[in-house]
């Protein structure tokens, strides 16, 4: 065997170099950065320029301190059919020391969805935490003098730096800086890393508005210009509760924050500076690394009187509009949706400048099928339950860890579909209420009723809220008599809504999958199995029906 020299190791590289620079090979190229294509009202995820709907799980809070921890997430998260862990990241562990940073626990979540055939959502627990400041490093909490808090109406400093701490801001900025460029360095040649959450339920527990003198000075001030012509430009189509506390001003054009927003104005200017400073981070993390940017928010109520009971001046619904205008460089206001009014919430944050992506819902097995809606009903990015750690015991699913899986199985090879039906209004979710059944109106005078089995599996929401899961699917128009009806714990009759009054009979019903956008069957079902029945075994079907008139 003959060896290359030195001299012709160089000789080869230069021209392998001239050959790529010519054109005549081609050069490693990245894959494209994931980002969020807005056309007029549509959105759509793009994930290695292709589109993406995130069937996630998000991490406990500390599962992200030592690699080890994350090793029950990965297991459960391939378990439950999932593509996608929503883990954080802690800026009291990137940057314990003022500007020596260090990433390795970035790298190993990386890698351990890279093993794992996951993508990665990563949270930045940075300033904000659930409203209050416990994720800052020991530096910043240790010197109030230079990170000042949050006064509240008495005049004592609170857990929460002060949206109005250019010192705070700055740092977190320079840090969030940094991890961007680190997530760069190591991932866009693998994009594993497709978004980022900047901060965590930000706004102020425990006082409506900042109180320190110089936070008093700007409330006692006039409302900037900018969000004044926001507003303006946005009259009418804003949400309810910043419209008609506006309203009630007589649509003030200008004013102190009392004169434009009265009972509403602490929590709307907490909002417009809690989004000022995030975007600020968010704008210096993309400087570096554009990656898709949300924030998530804590919802008001239940059970909450007034803002600073849930964190005044998040992106709680009624100040949706006020981070619209301040946080240009987030790309999504989304909430984590703890209350059984998981339809309300969604519909409400599902909007033609914000789309729907719920990065946290309760791991628990009545709420697994919300992600039909979530996808089919609001056009949804993606669905995320926290705290999946545990899903898998002693080699088992737990019942909340099984309702997602059965519920993800389903989801996995119909992502395309999805994907090509969002927003044609030939998508339809079906999900169990309190009733035993459901219209859906389909297209072309046509319905379809959704029967829910009253069984041991699934059990009405109402009656045993938590512990059952939830009867749900969805059902795709591929042709005014063609359809898709996919999903677990129903059964569905299809009644025309005009003439008379009976159901179009069956060409074929069929059992199957996709494999892409392409239909693949697996059994035809005829005989005494000639019904759409998902009662008892979760899978897809595809229906084809004649009308006799
Ligand atoms: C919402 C927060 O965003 C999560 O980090 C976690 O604290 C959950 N609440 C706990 O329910």
């Not at 619209?324 to 033609?352: C, M, N, Q, W």
Request: a negative charge; hydrophobic letters at 45%; charged letters at 15%.
């Amino acid at each position: 065997m003959k060896y290359l020299t030195f001299k012709s190791l160089v000789s080869l590289f230069a021209l392998l170099a001239s050959l790529i620079l010519a054109g005549s090979l081609p050069a490693q190229t990245n894959p494209p950065i994931p980002q969020i294509v807005h056309t007029g009202s549509h959105y759509q995820l793009l994930v290695n320029g292709k589109p993406y709907l995130i069937l996630g799980g998000q991490a406990h809070n500390s599962s992200a301190s030592n690699p080890k921890d994350l090793e029950p997430v990965w297991k459960s998260l391939v378990a439950m059919h999932a593509n996608t862990a929503e883990v954080p990241i802690y800026w009291e562990l990137v940057e314990p020391q003022p500007g020596h940073f260090d990433f390795h626990l970035i790298d190993s979540i990386i890698q351990g969805a890279r093993r794992h055939g996951l993508h990665v959502v990563l949270l930045w627990f940075g300033t904000w935490k659930n409203g209050n400041m416990s994720y800052t490093p020991a530096w910043i909490k240790e010197d109030p003098a230079k990170y000042f808090r949050v006064r509240n109406e008495v005049g004592q400093p609170i857990d929460v730096i002060s949206p109005f701490c250019t010192a705070a801001r700055e740092a977190d900025e320079r840090a969030f800086a940094a991890v961007m460029q680190h997530i760069k360095s190591v991932d866009e040649s693998e994009r594993t890393v497709i978004m980022m959450q900047v901060e965590n339920e930000t706004g102020l527990v425990g006082t409506d508005r900042d109180y320190s003198p110089q936070a008093t000075a700007k409330y006692e001030s006039q409302v900037p210009a900018a969000l004044m012509s926001y507003l303006e430009a946005h009259r009418g189509h804003l949400m309810p509760a910043l419209e008609s506390a506006w309203a009630a001003k007589h649509f003030a054009p200008s004013g102190t924050w009392q004169n434009v927003f009265g009972d509403l104005a602490p929590e709307a200017f907490s909002a417009w500076y809690v989004a000022s400073y995030v975007n600020a981070v968010a704008a210096a993390g993309k400087q570096q690394y554009p990656l898709p940017m949300y924030c998530n928010n804590w919802l008001a109520g239940p059970g909450a009187a007034r803002a600073g009971d849930w964190p005044s001046g998040g992106p709680t619904i009624h100040v949706l509009d006020i981070w619209k205008a301040a946080a240009p460089s987030i790309d999504v206001l989304a909430p984590d949706i703890y209350i059984p009014e998981f339809l309300e919430t969604a519909g409400a944050f599902h909007r033609p400048d914000n789309p729907l992506f719920v990065p946290e819902t309760a791991f628990r097995p009545s709420y697994a099928a919300y992600v039909f809606p979530d996808l089919a009903e609001f056009n949804g990015l993606g669905f995320s339950p926290f705290g999946i750690d545990f899903a898998v015991q002693d080699g088992k699913l737990s019942p909340a860890g099984q309702a997602l899986a059965d519920d993800y199985e389903v989801l996995q090879p119909l992502l395309s579909m999805i994907e090509k039906f969002q927003y044609t209004g030939k998508l339809f979710s079906v999900i169990q209420g309190v009733d035993n059944a459901n219209v859906i109106r389909l297209g072309h005078e046509l319905a379809a009723v959704a029967y829910y089995s009253w069984g041991r599996r699934f059990i009405p929401p109402s009656a045993e809220r938590h512990r059952a899961p939830r009867a749900g699917g969805l059902i795709i128009e591929l042709a005014p008599d063609d359809y898709i009806v996919a999903g677990y714990g129903f059964r569905i009759v299809f009644r025309n809504l005009v003439g008379p009054a009976q159901s179009p009979e069956f060409v074929s019903i069929e059992r199957g999958t996709f494999h892409g956008t392409e239909w693949v069957p697996e059994q035809r079902l005829n005989g005494d199995e000639l019904h759409v029945n998902l009662l008892f075994k979760p899978g897809i079907l595809r229906v084809r029906l004649y009308n006799l008139n």
